[in-house]
């Protein structure tokens, strides 16, 4: 019998250091809830997870820490970490062996341990350890002694206690530990014993398993240097990544900014101007108070004179006598006759115009809106206007509020005008001229003048005579008002258009500019603004975005059995091989042709807030070809209003449900003009008006300005509520991108 570990040996003092299990090992831990488990599970993203994380993972089938996805259904891989588990077992053995109290004996259950066979796993006492030696004398266990465990490190303990191949036969009849193998099979990959490698003929060629356990060894090191020189390169590119991220961050936080600046500037830039108008407004008021204060004083000074000598006369007449009435009847005469005079130019004075009511003031009354211009630039007088075409220098930015009339009186087509002085102003902003004019001005409409200018948007003139002839025609009641708020740099001719009346005229054909075809016309056509009972066509209009630009992409019109529908060519269709449709330009002008011969076509459109109409103008604007549009409609017709007006109790306003409530049909969501023809189909299926009056028409100027605002609406700097209201109201913004 061997000659085991003498026991006598003196017992070694504890180790100085303590040991670093919970600092080294971490990485046998689950990776997710740090904690030791029997059942470690390895995933093909190569994570060791226990079972319990696994379990409870959400989403199923992913990797609770690089989400690859797990390839079992269940989502528990099959492989088990058995490196990691026979590590924690041979750790917790270390613990039991370094702990204060020390191990017992595996067997007797009482006297503390001496020794440790690796083999059986074993802590053993003295006589314990004897017999273990007698019954194993033939098997080589290779007990040590606790006291030398206890002094080495974590990490010798693991290499010292390092089995051997102790690898048992594939074969299923060679389960036994007689069957030890030491041989491996490099054709079936299996591990065999010396028994199967000899009888066995299928088995061929053979190594020896400890040259195949470090070629697998080489090959993996091989692998993982492989994988740290591409770690490099991802290590580049998620640093770039990040520095993209950071850049974004960057930029979004100061396109914030540079939007709230923007924001603020122009809601400083409305501040100075209400401040201003506000001070006019006060000081107008404030002199037109002082004025009826001196008139009230003037009037009231009569009627205490006038009662004064009533009373006087009649006291006279009652008790004077005759030496009396000698003595004083001729100063009383000239009194009276001086206070007859007074009262006959009061009376002149006050049905002339200069009273603050007839010269312009606030005070007037609400038959007769007069027109107030007031100068908001320092010594800045107005020069006349000259009816001879001649230049005018100031250019202004006009402001036209619009009021109801009270009465049914005929309109008032003169009024009156009263210059204020000139206020200091703290900015560079050009001339400003605040105008204050009745509904029922006489509105230019010269042909000639009828062009945009070199501006993103049309003149002061151009919208002035289209918007007012819509409201002549359309509009002649409505009690909304209208605010326009024009650039400061308008052409000479449209500030001598803002100053005298003219005559409408009339012409026989739209007006085309200079830059389009003209469609052919029939003989007896009359211009939209010919005649405010001349009956209206209505064609419905659907058109179709690209969601991402906001672009046209198809448009469609329908009027009865006459169809119209272009498709309009996109940047991806014109790289494409096989391209549809036409450029835009084209498109514009075929839509022109189309509703050219129409007597006054009015444009009847599911929603009239929704995003389609502002790119319709944008691209009239963009194709030169806004102003002969607003030449040949009429206006435009929000249909979704009148339907909610028709049906107030509808569960749903979409036009899906309205088409298979009323028509029992599918709406085909892909085309523009089924989308049109279903439109018109609706109409009379819910017996719609057949012509449109002037209570539902909307006007160019209602589109242009919400045209305008829309931007604000995409950025979220305005809501929609208040762009509906301030469109309704025609407000117009050309220097937005200016302030």
């Known amino acids: 019998m061997e000659a085991g570990p003498q026991l006598s040996t003196p017992r070694c003092s504890p180790p100085s250091h303590p040991p670093a299990v919970e600092d080294d090992f971490k990485f046998i831990l689950c990776e997710r809830c740090q904690q030791a488990s029997p059942n470690l599970k390895l995933l093909t993203c190569l994570h060791t997870l226990c079972l319990g994380c696994l379990s409870?993972?959400?989403?199923?089938?992913?990797?609770?820490?690089?989400?690859?996805?797990?390839?079992?259904?269940?989502?528990?891989?099959?492989?088990?970490?058995?490196?990691?588990?026979?590590?924690?077992?041979?750790?917790?053995?270390?613990?039991?062996?370094?702990?204060s109290g020390g191990a017992s004996c595996s067997r007797c259950r009482g006297e503390a341990a001496a020794v440790w066979c690796p083999e059986c796993e074993e802590f053993l006492c003295a006589k314990c350890f004897e017999d273990h030696q007698w019954f194993f004398k033939k098997r080589n266990h290779e007990a040590r002694k606790v006291e030398d465990l206890r002094a080495e490190s974590p990490h010798q303990f693991l290499e010292d206690t390092r089995k051997s191949c102790n690898l048992f036969c594939a074969n299923p009849g060679h389960t036994g530990q007689d069957h030890i193998s030491s041989i491996y099979c490099t054709k079936c990959e299996k591990v065999l014993c010396c028994s199967c490698a000899l009888l066995d003929s299928q088995h061929a060629p053979f190594c020896d398993i400890r040259s195949e356990t470090q070629r697998r060894q080489q090959e993996l090191s091989t692998i993982a240097q492989e994988l740290e020189q591409k770690r490099s390169h991802f290590q580049a590119t998620q640093a770039v990544l990040r520095n993209e991220a950071a850049r974004l961050e960057e930029t979004q936080r100061k396109m914030r900014e540079l939007i709230q600046q923007r924001v603020e500037q122009l809601v400083q830039l409305l501040r100075r101007e209400e401040e201003e108008l506000l001070g006019l407004v006060e000081a107008q008021q404030e002199r037109g108070r002082r004025e009826l204060a001196r008139e009230l004083q003037h009037v009231e000074g009569t009627l205490q004179r006038m009662e004064a000598a009533e009373r006087l006369v009649e006291k006279m007449s009652l008790y004077a006598t005759e030496q009396e009435v000698m003595d004083m009847q001729p100063f009383i005469r000239d009194s009276l006759q001086e206070l007859q005079r007074l009262a006959a130019q009061g009376r002149g004075h006050r049905d002339g115009s200069s009273r603050p009511g007839a010269s312009g003031d606030l005070a007037n009354n609400s038959e007769a809106v007069p027109t107030v211009e007031l100068t908001l630039e320092n010594d800045l007088q107005p020069e006349p206007v000259q009816r001879n075409g001649q230049s005018i220098s100031p250019t202004f930015t006009t402001t036209s509020l619009k009021k109801r009339q009270m009465s049914p009186s005929p309109p008032v087509t003169v009024c009156s005008k009263q210059t204020l002085h000139s206020m200091e102003r703290g900015s560079q902003f050009s001339p400003k001229l605040l105008k204050l004019e009745c509904d029922n001005m006489p509105v230019p409409s010269d042909p000639s003048s009828n062009q945009w200018d070199g501006r993103s948007g049309p003149s002061t003139s151009m919208l002035r005579k289209i918007c007012n002839s819509i409201r002549a025609t359309s509009c002649p009641t409505d009690d909304a008002e209208d605010i326009i708020v024009c650039s400061s740099e308008d052409s000479e001719e449209d500030t001598a258009a803002s100053s005298k009346p003219k005559e409408i005229k009339k012409s026989s054909s739209p007006t085309w500019s200079e830059s389009g075809t003209s469609p052919p016309h029939s003989p007896g056509h009359t211009s939209p603004w010919d005649?405010?009972?001349?009956?209206?066509?209505?064609?419905?209009?659907?058109?179709?975005?690209?969601?991402?630009?906001?672009?046209?992409?198809?448009?469609?019109?329908?009027?009865?059995?006459?169809?119209?529908?272009?498709?309009?060519?996109?940047?991806?269709?014109?790289?494409?091989?096989?391209?549809?449709?036409?450029?835009?330009?084209?498109?514009?002008?075929?839509?022109?042709?189309?509703?050219?011969?129409?007597?006054?076509?009015?444009?009847?459109?599911?929603?009239?807030?929704?995003?389609?109409?502002p790119a319709l103008f944008k691209a009239l604007g963009a194709t030169g070809r806004k102003v002969d549009f607003c030449h040949v409609v009429g206006g435009y017709v929000d249909m979704l209003s009148l339907i909610k007006e028709k049906l107030p109790q509808a569960p749903s306003y979409r036009l899906k449900g309205l088409l298979r409530r009323h028509l029992r049909q599918q709406l085909q969501e892909g085309s523009a003009l089924a989308t049109a023809k279903a439109l018109q189909q609706l109409w009379e299926a819910l017996e719609l008006p057949a012509h449109a009056d002037a209570g539902m028409t909307l006007t160019h100027c209602n589109l242009e300005s919400y045209t305008i605002l829309w931007p604000l609406v995409q950025e979220k700097l305005l809501p929609r509520r208040m762009a509906k209201v301030l469109a309704l109201r025609n407000l117009i913004l050309w220097e937005v991108e200016a302030v």
């Open 531 to 613: 005649d405010r009972l001349e009956l209206s066509t209505l064609v419905f209009l659907s058109l179709k975005l690209d969601q991402k630009t906001q672009s046209i992409m198809e448009v469609a019109a329908a009027n009865g059995d006459h169809t119209f529908q272009a498709l309009i060519q996109t940047p991806e269709s014109v790289l494409s091989l096989l391209s549809q449709g036409v450029p835009v330009e084209v498109g514009m002008q075929h839509l022109l042709w189309y509703l050219s011969p129409l007597p006054r076509p009015i444009l009847i459109v599911y929603n009239f807030w929704a995003p389609e109409l």
């Open 56 to 99: 409870e993972n959400k989403p199923i089938g992913q990797c609770p820490v690089c989400r690859t996805p797990i390839p079992q259904a269940s989502g528990i891989p099959d492989m088990d970490n058995l490196l990691f588990t026979n590590l924690q077992a041979r750790l917790s053995i270390y613990k039991k062996i370094v702990d």
